[in-house]
């Protein structure tokens, strides 16, 4: 093969995982080129300088991943000396920390507009341990980028390197006078014998670690449970009063339970999850669905079996896998898939909404409705940032606020730490933190301040105040942004969050709680 195309390499491998594996996944092979976001984890590996235990104070980067956490560690330790006073060293903080991961993120993401080296340009000098730490983050940063450089341009020089060996070996072949065995075989259609870098690239597959097998069958189930619920949900919602046969939209509903079925009865590594699994439809047909109530017939289905399958895979402790990993590639082949039935729930979701408000009129428009229009003109993928377990869009907001609404009349639960249930009057509706507009900006899959802000108001029961754990100064800023996104996205007036004389602290006007 010389000078092979990526995306036909990339499917080559796709093809020799799933022979691989088929019997644990489904039953026939999706293809995709796209890559592979971040998943279930949240946790994060912090660097810290300094002897002493470390803290807010010490810490200067953070990173998603063990092995690049440890491999930058070893480069400062190469720069600085084994011996030197400022130690470099990581540690993980799990997601479920609320206070101590919303401490340490604050701490490093201020050390980013520390990095001009002339000290004059801040209002405020910083200190010597604020500049160290900045000089340090600067650094880091730049070996994380050469890092991930390197990763590919090895990754690039083996396949190189598997084509250059091929091709000697066929010149050998050739002026050496050889018989005809001992040139390249063919089959019966002409078809070239497999290479030597697909020889290479299977002899790897085979040593696939039997825990990639067993993460990435947990994160499969997690993603096309969320494909399920969706696409439930955007037909069903409508159902009692329009339907339409959206051909594209059956099909990945299909495709879907297929995959759920043959995941939960032939994957050995699911063999103990807690239920079985029995869909509520067999295809999403008119005549399936006709006359169907999404929140008193399909709602406690679709909510009951994604929870399940949650708090199952939250159990299971999932990791996200190394790019290019065959355990990577695996969660590949299905990425693609995924999001296209999400994408095709969406759209059924949006048509339907216009064709009602076009029907029988509205004199309000809920939150989602006004968000397709302003974003009729721009073209929508579908796709989710390197960093994203298939999310939904916040197109999906299906609840109405009337005029007359007010903040004491809405309600929020958490049902883990991705997911909350919002409640208004007589609605009520799921949200993950993407649809909520609180994705933490520089991955897009990890719920930004604000969102750990709204659940430490629910683990304090709606009160903050500075006797409150982990309280800082900063918060004003995040409390702040928490206001600006809720109104937007709910479109009632006036402030959910206001400050209390009695409490010497902050309240909720809503209400919010743990699980």
Same mark, same amino acid.
């Given at each position: 093969m010389n000078d092979p195309d990526l995306e036909i390499v990339a499917t080559k491998v796709a093809e020799m995982i799933w022979l691989k594996f088929q019997n644990r996944y489904a039953t026939a092979p999706p293809f995709t080129s796209t890559p592979m976001s971040n998943t279930a984890s949240t946790n994060r590996f912090f660097l810290s300088v300094g002897s002493e235990a470390p803290g807010p104070s010490s810490? !200067?980067?953070?990173?998603?991943?063990?092995?690049?956490?440890?491999?930058?560690?070893?480069?400062?330790?190469?720069?600085?000396g084994e011996s030197s006073e400022q130690k470099i060293s990581y540690f993980m903080i799990d997601s479920n920390?609320? !206070?101590?991961?919303l401490l340490h993120l604050e701490s490093v993401d201020e050390l980013a507009i520390y990095t001009d080296p002339d000290l004059g340009v801040y209002d405020a000098t910083p200190s010597e341990n604020v500049v160290r730490r900045a000089r340090y983050y600067s650094r880091a940063q730049h070996w994380e980028s050469k890092l991930?450089?390197?990763?590919?341009?090895?990754?690039?020089a083996s396949k190189?390197?598997?084509?250059?060996?091929?091709?000697d070996s066929k010149g050998i072949d050739s002026s050496s006078g050889g018989s005809a065995s001992s040139k390249e075989p063919k089959n019966d259609t002409g078809s070239r014998a497999t290479s030597a870098s697909e020889q290479t690239l299977e002899d790897l597959l085979k040593e696939v670690p039997e825990e990639d097998c067993r993460n990435a069958s947990y994160i499969l189930l997690m993603w096309f449970a969320q494909a399920y619920h969706r696409m439930l949900e955007a037909t069903t919602f409508h159902a009692e009063w329009l339907t339409a046969k959206d051909l594209n939209l059956n099909q990945s509903y299909i495709r879907t339970i297929q995959v759920l079925s043959n995941l939960l009865t032939e994957n050995s590594y699911l063999s103990d999850f807690p239920e079985k699994f029995e869909p509520i439809f067999q295809d999403l047909y008119p005549s399936t669905i006709a006359d169907v109530d999404w929140q008193w017939m399909v709602a406690p289905h679709a909510d009951g079996f994604l929870a399940t399958v949650q708090k199952y895979v939250l159990s299971k402790r999932t990791y996200d896998p190394k790019k290019d990993s065959p355990g990577w590639i695996i969660l590949q082949m299905f990425l693609d898939e995924v999001q296209t039935a999400i994408e095709n729930a969406n759209n059924?979701?949006?048509?339907? /909404?216009?064709? /009602?408000?076009?029907?029988?009129?509205s004199k309000t428009k809920s939150n989602s409705e006004s968000a397709n229009a302003k974003d009729e003109t721009k073209p929508s993928s579908g796709k989710k940032t390197d960093e994203t377990p298939p999310a939904e869009s916040k197109s999906n907001t299906n609840l109405s606020f009337p005029e007359s609404a007010k903040w004491s009349e809405l309600s929020i639960? !958490?049902?883990?730490?991705?997911?909350?249930?919002?409640?208004? /009057?007589?609605?009520?509706?799921?949200?993950? !933190?993407?649809?909520?507009?609180?994705?933490?900006?520089?991955?897009?899959?990890?719920?930004?301040?604000?969102?750990?802000?709204?659940?430490?108001?629910?683990?304090e029961r709606g009160t903050i105040t500075w006797n409150s754990k982990g309280s800082s100064d900063k918060w004003k800023k995040h409390k702040q942004k928490l206001c600006q996104t809720l109104r937007n996205l709910f479109e009632i007036i006036g402030d959910p969050i206001v400050y209390s004389n009695d409490d010497k602290g902050w309240n909720t006007v809503f209400e919010v709680r743990e699980t």
């Amino acid at each position: 093969m010389n000078d092979p195309d990526l995306e036909i390499v990339a499917t080559k491998v796709a093809e020799m995982i799933w022979l691989k594996f088929q019997n644990r996944y489904a039953t026939a092979p999706p293809f995709t080129s796209t890559p592979m976001s971040n998943t279930a984890s949240t946790n994060r590996f912090f660097l810290s300088v300094g002897s002493e235990a470390p803290g807010p104070s010490s810490v !200067f980067y953070y990173v998603n991943d063990e092995w690049m956490a440890a491999e930058l560690c070893k480069l400062f330790e190469s720069e600085l000396g084994e011996s030197s006073e400022q130690k470099i060293s990581y540690f993980m903080i799990d997601s479920n920390d609320i !206070f101590q991961l919303l401490l340490h993120l604050e701490s490093v993401d201020e050390l980013a507009i520390y990095t001009d080296p002339d000290l004059g340009v801040y209002d405020a000098t910083p200190s010597e341990n604020v500049v160290r730490r900045a000089r340090y983050y600067s650094r880091a940063q730049h070996w994380e980028s050469k890092l991930e450089s390197l990763l590919k341009q090895k990754a690039a020089a083996s396949k190189n390197q598997s084509s250059s060996e091929q091709s000697d070996s066929k010149g050998i072949d050739s002026s050496s006078g050889g018989s005809a065995s001992s040139k390249e075989p063919k089959n019966d259609t002409g078809s070239r014998a497999t290479s030597a870098s697909e020889q290479t690239l299977e002899d790897l597959l085979k040593e696939v670690p039997e825990e990639d097998c067993r993460n990435a069958s947990y994160i499969l189930l997690m993603w096309f449970a969320q494909a399920y619920h969706r696409m439930l949900e955007a037909t069903t919602f409508h159902a009692e009063w329009l339907t339409a046969k959206d051909l594209n939209l059956n099909q990945s509903y299909i495709r879907t339970i297929q995959v759920l079925s043959n995941l939960l009865t032939e994957n050995s590594y699911l063999s103990d999850f807690p239920e079985k699994f029995e869909p509520i439809f067999q295809d999403l047909y008119p005549s399936t669905i006709a006359d169907v109530d999404w929140q008193w017939m399909v709602a406690p289905h679709a909510d009951g079996f994604l929870a399940t399958v949650q708090k199952y895979v939250l159990s299971k402790r999932t990791y996200d896998p190394k790019k290019d990993s065959p355990g990577w590639i695996i969660l590949q082949m299905f990425l693609d898939e995924v999001q296209t039935a999400i994408e095709n729930a969406n759209n059924y979701d949006q048509s339907m /909404r216009k064709e /009602r408000q076009r029907l029988f009129g509205s004199k309000t428009k809920s939150n989602s409705e006004s968000a397709n229009a302003k974003d009729e003109t721009k073209p929508s993928s579908g796709k989710k940032t390197d960093e994203t377990p298939p999310a939904e869009s916040k197109s999906n907001t299906n609840l109405s606020f009337p005029e007359s609404a007010k903040w004491s009349e809405l309600s929020i639960r !958490f049902l883990d730490a991705h997911n909350v249930q919002v409640t208004f /009057r007589d609605q009520s509706q799921r949200f993950h !933190f993407t649809q909520m507009n609180m994705a933490d900006g520089r991955s897009n899959t990890k719920p930004a301040k604000q969102w750990f802000l709204l659940e430490l108001f629910a683990k304090e029961r709606g009160t903050i105040t500075w006797n409150s754990k982990g309280s800082s100064d900063k918060w004003k800023k995040h409390k702040q942004k928490l206001c600006q996104t809720l109104r937007n996205l709910f479109e009632i007036i006036g402030d959910p969050i206001v400050y209390s004389n009695d409490d010497k602290g902050w309240n909720t006007v809503f209400e919010v709680r743990e699980t």
